[in-house]
């Protein structure tokens, strides 16, 4: 099982991550794309790297809005796995922007 991260760890890895905030529970980010197809291309990338992580975001879609959270249940905390995914997501949503999806 991953360690959660402390305070200071979670707020460095934070100030590396677009857009990402932890609201007591989980890192979330939420971003829009042009419309519900980009958003569901995003989601389709998001959850195969997500398989090859073995470690999966909740994603919340509504229509061209996007929000995922990131937390390793297992350890009840925010750990450096969550912290992996996120920069992957940002990868994943930065790719889609410099090819005009959002």
């Keep these: 099982m991953a360690d959660p991260l402390g305070a200071a760890d979670l707020?460095?890895?934070l100030s590396g991550l677009d857009g990402w905030q932890y609201d007591g529970s989980a890192i979330?980010?939420?971003?829009s794309l042009p419309g519900f197809l980009a958003a569901i291309r995003v989601v389709d990338r998001v959850a195969e790297a997500a398989e090859q992580m073995d470690?999966?975001?909740d994603i919340d879609i509504r229509w061209r809005t996007l929000t995922f959270a990131c937390v390793t249940h297992s350890a009840g905390a925010v750990t450096d796995r969550d912290v992996t995914l996120?920069?992957?997501?940002?990868?994943?949503?930065?790719?889609?922007?410099?090819?005009g999806e959002s």
Excluded: C, F, N
Aim: glycine share 4%; proline share 4%.
């Design 11 to 13: 707020a460095q890895a």
């Design 28 to 31: 979330r980010r939420t971003v």
């Design 86 to 99: 996120a920069s992957k997501i940002d990868e994943i949503v930065r790719d889609a922007k410099g090819r």
């Design 55 to 57: 470690h999966h975001p």
